[in-house]
């Protein structure tokens, strides 16, 4: 089992910036993908980025269209903790964050899924 606890959301001005934190634990070994994930209120929850890493192929990442180039994930392998670094927040982005992993045996599934932290973006 893996269990991921987010940190780091808060209460920002548009424009602003937020560094939300997703730290992994149990067997985490088996864990080679971490994504965040978000959902507003009223909505469906929506990718946001991924990041993906292996000994062969090295680190990977991707985003939704709608925070490239405003939002950057990144991994400290030493402490199985990925980050999600937010800049130019915008309203829209006001959401429950959220942060899941997978088992590499399932393939890029996520299966565990942390509580959820709230952004909140003021106009």
């Known amino acids: 089992q893996v269990q991921v606890v987010e940190s780091g959301g808060g209460l920002v001005q548009t424009g602003g910036s937020l560094r939300l934190s997703c730290a992994a634990s149990?067997?985490?070994?088996?864990?080679?993908?971490m994504g965040w994930f978000r959902q507003a209120p009223g909505k469906e929850r929506e990718f946001v980025a991924r990041?993906?890493?292996?000994?062969?192929?090295?680190?990977?990442?991707d985003y939704a269209d709608s925070v490239k180039g405003r939002f950057t994930i990144s991994r400290d392998n030493a402490k199985t903790t990925v980050y999600l670094q937010m800049n130019s927040l915008k309203p829209e982005d006001t959401a429950v964050y959220y942060c899941?992993?997978?088992?590499?045996?399932?393939?890029?599934?996520?299966?565990?899924w942390g509580q959820g932290t709230q952004v909140t973006v003021s106009s």
């Open positions: 899941a992993a997978n088992n590499r045996v399932n393939g890029p599934s996520y299966i565990y």
């Open positions: 149990g067997r985490t070994s088996i864990v080679d993908t």
């Open positions: 990041i993906s890493w292996s000994s062969w192929s090295g680190v990977s990442t």
